[in-house]
């Protein structure tokens, strides 16, 4: 059942754990989503990036997230737009059904350049005016994660200060806050070994105390997956990832919503080539298409035990507009 982003944010809170939150540009990811939440019986945040988006012709996409949460009745699914540059793209997404915005006003529109305080303040404060009369929940960003993916990144980091965090989150009513706190978009996040700035997390949670917290760029780049692709001609050499023990510290300090979108992208990119390597004379996609869809479910399910989420699913009636508005009366 499609659900204000804000229920599984708030319900995560409360009872410490995260929600995974995992990116979706085709059919196969969302039923691997899905099918790995039902399996668990976990929330989850289906997300799609602007790229994703446009990839699917706007409404593509859309059309099979609600086709996943009807399927999944039982199952609190909140569809989300990753990293929107303004109010454009937002209203877009509301339009589209969108149950939770992002915006990242962190970044100008192109997605490069670092917006001031004021200016992300003001952004995200016109969508917040925007979205919540909608029903709709609203993820800012402070600080600037490292790396890059889909176009969106600065490529350096800026850890999130926690008086301007204070600062923010005082004027503009967002549902919730990513932070960045030295993790990194893509499948190279590190030279050398994962560290979190968990001091400064720690801060920013005592400092806004009922404020969900979110971690972006939260993959985990699993050795053994990138083997697998290493192993059938793929070439990714040095990743490094944000290490399992390193986010489960991080939870208990507010962290309510946890992205991962690299992890799975390697295991479909690994079984895909696993597959081809194995049967070259194979043609017919649903024959890759499934063993892919498989791994990424495997990747799902185990992120949503290791983030404290399966099990969790909260039970939820069929919300009204009225009754998703008042969510955010303040
Ligand atoms: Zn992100």
Redesign the pocket.
Known sequence: MLVPGKILLDHAFANHYAVGAFNANNMEQVQAIIDAAAETQSPVFIQVSRGALKYSRMTYLRNIILAAAEEHPEIPVAMHL??GNGLEIVKTAIDLGFTSVMIDGSLDETGKIPLSFEENLAVTKAVVDYAHPFGVSVEAELGT?GGI?DE?GSGQIHVTDPEQAVEFVKQAAVDSL?VAIGTS?GAFKFKEKCVLAHDVLEEIHRRILDMPLVM??SSSVPDDLVALVNQYGGKMPNTKGVEIAQIQQAIPHGVAKV?VDTDGRIAITGAIRQFFAEHPEKFDPREYLAPARDALKNVVQLRMQQFGAAGNAPKIHQLTLNESKKFYDR
């Open positions: 990753d990293h994660l993916e969106v990513a978009h972006h760029g992205n």
